[in-house]
């Protein structure tokens, strides 16, 4: 069985969790947990979490030798990656099954990549 990264993409100017109370966080994350345990108790949860998306760098080696660190994630991008979760799949069809069910897509995108091992 495969494992696939499942990239949770979101824009921050419109969808970020500190406008929103804690009862509708809790709804949310609720949705999310509930969709994880139904994966997990098929055997297709690998791993994943949320990302905070106020820190992290961002690393490139620009050919002069040296490697520049810029405040990240991606602070020129337009979106974030807000969080992530491996699954397990025979194909990438039946991953994108799974993605096509996660609650995120009602905030973000969801991106689906094959794990190399």
């Known amino acids: 069985m495969n494992q696939y990264i499942l990239m949770l993409h979101h824009e921050p100017k419109v969808f970020h969790s500190d406008d929103l109370g804690p009862q509708q966080l809790q709804e949310i994350y609720n949705k999310y947990r509930a969709w994880r345990d139904r994966l997990a ?3 297709r949860v690998a ?3 949320k990302l905070d998306d106020t ?3 961002v690393m490139r080696a620009n050919g002069d030798g040296k490697v520049h660190v810029t405040d990240g994630p991606f602070t020129e991008a337009k979106e974030v990656i807000g969080g992530f979760f491996v699954v397990k799949a025979d194909s990438y069809e ?7 069910d996660c609650p995120h897509l009602a905030y973000g995108t969801v991106e689906v990549r094959l794990i190399q091992v």
């Open 41 to 43: 108790a098929e055997g």
């Open 47 to 49: 791993g994943g979490n």
């Open 55 to 57: 820190t992290g760098r």
């Open 94 to 100: 039946e991953a994108v099954r799974i993605a096509s």
